[in-house]
């Protein structure tokens, strides 16, 4: 029995704790690890760190990204209250109906809405971007190699152009981005952001906080889940030890 514990410590220690060395899609670059809080199986979110990601989401990225997976209400599970979240989303407009007329009307957002995205369909998003479609970016973290130390890379990976490089009309050099060539700018900087609760607004922390945010949009049941299974591990743990206590009993006579 106390074999098997260390082994399933010893699987438990790979999947959660031991770091993993990831690369960029494009490079062999070694990306920005990061110690983020919610990784590991004990990991949890930082509310704060949530917020303000949210507030850098609300300010900057969403100007061109919708994170159209997420309702309002849902903001509810990164600390705000209910109504600070009616608040939130009556400062947006949404397209409703039909009425007793038949007709589309206007109305101020709800907390049951899902977030309204930047534009009205695909082709005006292309429009906008030099025919570049800016991703949503729900699941983004889930969805890239790297997940938010990718993420996070990528957004503090903008260079100039090396000498010698072939650089397309529009495009910006970015280190971790496949082919190194990328539609979006360098969107964050010192002090883009004011930050409500004080904290210094560097490059860093904005892209640190933004990145938790995306994170936590793309499994916002995570602590849930991680608090469900470790109980069930340790329910598992509890079961085998009495099992083999009952064993031993029943079969302590037998030669």
Same mark, same amino acid.
């Given at each position: ?5 260390l082994r ?5 220690? *790979? $999947?959660f ?9 494009s ?6 690890q990061?110690?983020w ?5 004990f990991?949890?979110? =930082? ?5 303000r990601?949210f507030?850098v989401?609300? +300010?900057v990225?969403? /100007? ?7 309702s309002?209400r849902?903001l509810?599970? *990164? ?9 939130i ?9 039909? =009425?007793d007329?038949g007709?589309?009307?206007d ?5 049951s809405?899902?977030?309204i995205g930047?534009y +009205?369909?695909? @082709?005006i998003?292309?429009? /906008?971007n ?9 699941l *983004?973290?889930k /969805?890239?190699a ?14 100039e152009?090396?000498?010698?490089? +072939?650089a397309?009309?529009?495009?910006y050099y970015?280190e ?9 700018p360098?969107i964050l ?6 930050y ?10 904005i ?5 938790s945010?995306l /994170?936590?949009?793309?499994e916002?049941e995570?602590e849930?889940?991680?608090s469900?299974g ?9 079961i085998? $030890?009495?099992l083999?206590g009952? @064993?031993?009993?029943?079969?302590k006579d037998?030669?």
């Amino acid at each position: 029995m106390p074999n098997n514990l260390l082994r399933l410590a010893f699987i438990l220690h *790979i $999947i959660f704790i031991t770091p993993t060395k990831l690369f960029s899609a494009s490079t062999d670059i070694e990306l920005m690890q990061q110690k983020w809080p919610f990784n590991g199986i004990f990991g949890r979110f =930082d509310e704060s760190s949530l917020q303000r990601g949210f507030q850098v989401y609300r +300010e900057v990225c969403s /100007a061109c990204h919708g994170i159209r997976h997420v309702s309002y209400r849902d903001l509810k599970g *990164i600390g705000y209250s209910n109504d600070e979240i009616k608040v939130i989303a009556a400062d947006y407009e949404v397209m409703d109906g039909p =009425d007793d007329n038949g007709e589309m009307f206007d109305r101020e957002g709800r907390p049951s809405d899902k977030f309204i995205g930047p534009y +009205e369909n695909d @082709k005006i998003a292309r429009l /906008a971007n030099n025919g570049a479609y800016p991703p949503d970016l729900s699941l *983004i973290v889930k /969805a890239r190699a790297g997940g938010a130390d990718y993420i996070y890379s990528l957004l503090n990976g903008y260079k100039e152009f090396p000498d010698n490089f +072939e650089a397309s009309e529009g495009m910006y050099y970015n280190e971790y981005y496949p082919g190194n060539q990328i539609a979006m700018p360098s969107i964050l900087m010192d002090d883009i952001v004011e930050y409500s609760d004080g904290t210094e607004a560097t490059q860093s922390q904005i892209a640190k906080d933004v990145t938790s945010f995306l /994170a936590w949009t793309a499994e916002p049941e995570l602590e849930e889940r991680k608090s469900l299974g470790v109980k069930t591990l340790f329910f598992l743990i509890l079961i085998t $030890i009495m099992l083999l206590g009952v @064993k031993r009993k029943v079969w302590k006579d037998v030669e």
